[in-house]
């Protein structure tokens, strides 16, 4: 094999056949896909319980176990709507007329809301001090999640008014959530 030499300044660079290339590439990908084996063996849980599936001191729950409910109210055109959401994310919803409609959440949508459900902020929320709304014709909510498990339930109320302070940040997330899936 004949090796042609680069012209000018510039180091010579040696032709490697191209079996030679292959041959180091597929070994470096090996020692890569060895090397992620180990690293994900070493990170992998070592067969005690999950934390994130049992309460812990702090008040995490499990995501995935919380029925929610959202209730509406108010607003300009004087709205009544109730939605409740089971853990498996199937949902039903009222509205002022006592029309009914289900449907399901998607997996995404179900696991923001179990991680929402579970937050330990919602319960400061639901103890926090409340003032009369800024906002004419606000929408009042009334969130409600019941953790099962003993866990407890907890009841957040608040304007929808971004004028207001001291709104419930977990709570109106949830509630947003809740609508803005179910279509209500």
């Known amino acids: 094999m004949a090796e042609t030499l ?16 292959f041959l180091g590439t597929a070994v470096r990908h090996a020692a890569a896909v060895g090397a992620l ?7 992998a849980p070592t067969g005690g319980p999950d934390p994130a599936s049992s309460a812990s001191p702090g008040g995490w729950f499990s995501p995935g176990a919380a029925t929610v409910s959202v209730h509406r ?11 409740t959401v089971t853990p498996a994310g199937a949902w039903t919803a009222t509205d002022r ?7 399901e959440l998607t997996i995404s949508e179900r696991e ?14 639901a103890t926090r001090p409340t003032t ?11 969130v409600t999640v019941d953790r099962t498990g ?24 949830i509630a947003t959530l809740v609508t803005g899936a179910t279509g209500s």
């Open 6 to 21: 680069p012209a000018g300044n510039r180091s010579a660079i040696r032709a490697v056949p191209a079996r030679m290339t």
């Open 37 to 43: 084996a180990l690293l994900t063996a070493a990170c």
């Open 73 to 83: 109210t108010g607003g300009f055109a004087g709205v009544d709507d109730r939605i």
């Open 97 to 103: 007329a006592r029309t009914s409609k289900s449907g």
């Open 112 to 125: 923001q809301l179990q991680t929402l459900a579970a937050d330990p902020r919602l319960n400061t929320e």
């Open 132 to 142: 009369p709304t800024k906002c004419a014709d606000a929408f009042q909510y009334t």
């Open 150 to 173: 003993g866990n407890g339930t907890v009841t957040v109320s608040f304007a929808e008014c971004p004028g207001d302070e001291n709104l419930p940040a977990t709570a109106a997330a």
